[in-house]
């Protein structure tokens, strides 16, 4: 049983550290992700928001950062795991002996499309994208859970004030607590049918159902045992600290990733948090450029007040007659406020704050449309550059987001008997990514062999180069490096058979062809002349 004041405690400073974020997350969401901020009006971290259905876009002038965050996420999703393609495949891994490795890959490719039937056929995709929403911000927090037959696999993004994280030593995540504040006894039996609810609990759930102001509080704590090196799942509510579920799994039900992290911190800063400061600047510049446009548009006036003149009993608009009096100067009693500042500034300010948030983001490499058209190679070049900005970024996706999340679904499909028995460690099995920057990987790798060949050629001759080479293993080497199907390649023991019966034919074509030549032609040596 665990320890629950100990688990408790922990999970307290967790929120504290959350709420410690909780100025500059609701500001970086304003701007970023307005239809996401849950922390507006919501109190503390893990209570719901109080604003449904309000303007969660008060105050917010400009959306160029709403714009860029949604086009990086939307990028990152199509170039990271784009839906209905294999963006992960399973290969031969390093103790596969290398004349097994044809056959063991053509089982492994079997392996890689039954993989993608079960995601294709779950809300991955749909949770992946809210959870990238809150990366691109700051961390993204996925959790996957058993499903049943008809759905295995349960995907759902956390809102990130329901979650607070726990670091090690190293800086990764070793402890997960999700709150679940206001959850009835119906919900929790539904959530973890084999746990156990308390009589205080129910109790609790019939007088908060009769008005009582206090709620059910479940807790959802994943902690790593590092002894054991596994995750330990413990559900309580947090009130009464009364256990209702407790399990140990190999592999976490949450994945958490980040963009970057500073040293210290637990929680991650993505570029839209990096941006938000030009977005705030913009943001305002924009209201000022409003306000003068009104100004303009309806400009305030100066005008003398007497017995015919009263601005108290007239209004200024389209079609009003005003009667006045000439001063004795002659002078017209009305005049518009000389207009003060210099409204182009303010324009180029937001054109400069726009194009700081453009390139913070990784948004329009190739600059605006109507810009002047730009060569081939420079568009290449700009593309390159951004992808080299996201590398780093890209390798920690890889390792919090992709990996923990294959091996959990991995998990969940072998306990339901769904897949062999078979670990993806790297040494029988292994992982290969189909990110941006692996993707032309295989790519290079073919164009490499070709290189090889091209060059060798040149030097000894055509013959001698293809002699070089083990050509058995060229077709599925090619095909694994595109991404091509085995099914469609012959193996390597039917390839060496081909080119025996090849060479075979070959030499009873010569043998056919030996004989003495005449002027009718060549003759077998057996015929006598």
Known sequence: MANLDNLSARRQKAMGTLQEWRSILDKTYRYAAPNSNVWRDSGSPGSKTTDKGGNVFT???????????????????????????????????????????????RELQKLTKKFFSYIDNSAFYTASAEAFTDFAISTGALQ????????????????????????????????????????????IESFWPEGNVSAEVRRMGRDSS?????????????????????????????????????????????????????????????????????????????????????????????????????????????????????????????????????????ILVAQELREQINKMMLSAPLGPINTPRGTATEATLRQLEMTENAAASITRIEREFLSP??????????????????????????VKYETPLTASRGQKEVEKLATY????????????????????????????????SLELVKTEREILEDIKKMQEAQELAAEGQEGTEQPGGIVPPEQEI
């Open 59 to 105: 105050d917010v002038y400009d959306l160029t950062l709403v714009q860029a965050t949604q086009g990086l996420v939307n990028k990152l999703i199509n170039s990271l795991i784009p839906q209905y393609q294999e963006w992960v495949t399973f290969v031969p891994g390093t103790d596969i002996e290398p004349e097994f490795e044809d056959e063991v890959a």
């Open 144 to 187: 996957i859970n058993e499903g049943d037959d008809d759905e295995p696999l349960v995907f759902a993004s956390i809102p990130s004030n329901c979650i607070a994280y726990e670091a090690g030593v190293d800086g990764s995540f070793r402890g997960f607590f999700r709150d679940f504040i206001g959850i009835s006894v119906d919900e």
């Open 210 to 346: 009769g008005g009582n102001s206090k709620q059910i509080h479940v807790v959802e704590a994943t902690t790593f045992d590092y002894k054991n090196k596994t995750w330990e799942t413990t559900i309580y509510e947090e009130n009464l600290k009364s256990e209702i579920f407790e399990t140990v799994e190999e592999f976490p039900a949450f994945v958490a990733f980040r963009w970057n992290r500073r040293s210290g911190e637990v929680l991650g800063r993505g570029p839209a948090m990096d941006a938000m400061p030009a977005s705030a600047s913009l943001n305002e510049a924009m209201k000022d450029e409003l306000i003068a446009a009104a100004f303009r548009a309806n400009p305030m006036y100066v005008a003398y007040t007497d017995a015919m003149v009263n601005y108290e009993n007239f209004v200024v608009g389209p079609g009003a007659i005003l009667p006045v009096r000439p001063s004795s100067a002659g002078a017209f009693p009305f005049a518009p406020i000389p207009m003060a500042g210099d409204i182009n500034f303010g």
């Open 405 to 430: 999340t294959i091996n959990r679904i991995l998990f969940i499909l072998k306990k339901r008997g769904l897949w062999p028995d078979i670990k993806v460690n790297g040494k029988v099995v292994a």
């Open 453 to 484: 060949f091209q060059v060798l050629a040149g030097i000894v001759g055509p013959e001698l180069a293809a002699a070089s080479m083990k050509v058995e293993k060229i077709p599925s080497f090619i095909a694994q490096n595109i991404e091509a």
